[in-house]
């Protein structure tokens, strides 16, 4: 199953704990009301074309539950954890006022035009926002703000961070490159995610669940190596990784707890050669683990159709609230 805002070992760790980070939010928000945490229009435009893992949680759900806010400490990665605390203290009552937030991880050319690209990150805080007394606290700390054309972005205390208003009920925050490329993709000065055909059809057939998470093939490659352990050591896995395309997740609970993840391959082949090893460290994992565990992976499908690897867990509320504190698990998440 660096520095502050974007680093390659941020991106690793994001794609490695991406699927306990979503089995843990879903699972802590099934006791309240399902909700789809849909991204606006603005929210979507923000978000600049190349792509490496986006990550959307309906935050309100979230905070209805304890045990949600507990299970997140755990498994969501620290850059997360200080953009989220960062919104906090710029006034922002981010567990009233939040509805949805977004984390796109994305790279950008880099400034000189040499070299490689830049990693990047944004969050995307949507919500009924008091806009009106966080520019009041804005302007008794005399807060100086940065202005790109009709963007007025707002530095964040001594975070390192900024945050900029796209309309009433969107912000983005980062730091200001990033938030730069999310303002620049939205006004048209660059592509955004609506111009990526693959990533976009993705979203479209995501976004309608209450926590969803895309991946593009660096991402998948890095998760799917963690996933598979030592059986990603084997001669020819990567002639295998170079074929992983793309990945997605999804979490349902209204009926217990549901994760679904499809990996995107080049071809049948490899998508059938990668579930034969899945289903193998399925076994032997079996063979391994606890009662408790032992059942976990019995409730666990791995199967391919065409060029795409699927895998589909189910239980109960409770039984996986128990698995949260086994082996495997936090395996998972380390």
């Known amino acids: 199953m660096g520095n502050l805002i974007s680093t390659t070992a941020f991106r690793t760790g994001l794609a490695r704990r991406s699927a306990a980070a979503l089995i843990g939010f879903a699972l802590a928000s099934s006791a309240a009301t399902a909700h789809a945490a849909g991204l606006s229009g603005d929210a979507k435009a923000a ?59 994305f790279r950008v050319a880099n400034p000189d035009g040499k070299g490689p690209e830049q990693d990047r990150i944004v969050g995307i805080a949507q919500g009924q926002f ?4 966080i520019m009041a606290n804005f302007a008794k700390t005399k807060t100086k703000p940065d202005v790109i054309r009709n963007n ?55 976004d309608s669940h209450a926590v969803w ?13 963690s996933v598979l352990g030592e059986a990603s050591q084997i001669a020819d896995y990567d002639t295998v ?35 034969t090893l899945l289903k193998g460290v399925q076994i032997l994992r ?26 589909d867990y189910s239980s109960s509320d409770s039984q996986f609230a128990s698995l949260l504190t086994s082996p495997l698990f936090q395996s998972v998440v380390r």
């Open 241 to 275: 990784k170079n074929r992983m395309k793309s990945a997605h997740y999804t979490m349902d609970f209204q009926n217990g707890v549901r994760f679904d993840m499809a990996v995107n391959l080049s071809d049948t082949i490899t998508a059938a050669t990668v579930s």
């Open 152 to 206: 007025t972005i707002y530095p964040m205390g001594t975070t390192g961070l900024s945050v900029v208003f796209l309309n009433q009920g969107t912000m983005v925050f980062g730091d200001k490159s990033s938030i730069r490329a999310a303002v620049d993709a939205r006004d048209g000065f660059a592509q955004n995610i609506l111009s990526n055909a693959d990533m976009s059809a993705e979203m479209n057939a995501v």
């Open 130 to 133: 008091h806009t009106h007394d």
């Open 47 to 105: 978000i600049p074309r190349e792509i490496q893992q986006l990550i959307v949680v309906d935050y309100r759900a979230m905070q209805n539950s304890p045990a949600a806010m507990g299970l997140k400490d755990r498994v969501l990665p620290p850059e997360l954890k200080r953009l989220e605390a960062a919104l906090t203290k710029s006034g922002l009552n981010v567990d009233q006022d939040t509805d949805a937030l977004a984390f796109a991880a």
């Open 286 to 311: 079996k063979q391994q683990g606890t009662p408790l565990e032992k059942a976990a992976l019995d409730q666990t499908s791995i199967d391919s159709n065409s060029g795409t690897l699927l895998v």
């Open 213 to 225: 998470s895309l991946l593009d093939a660096k991402g998948t490659q890095v998760m799917m190596k």
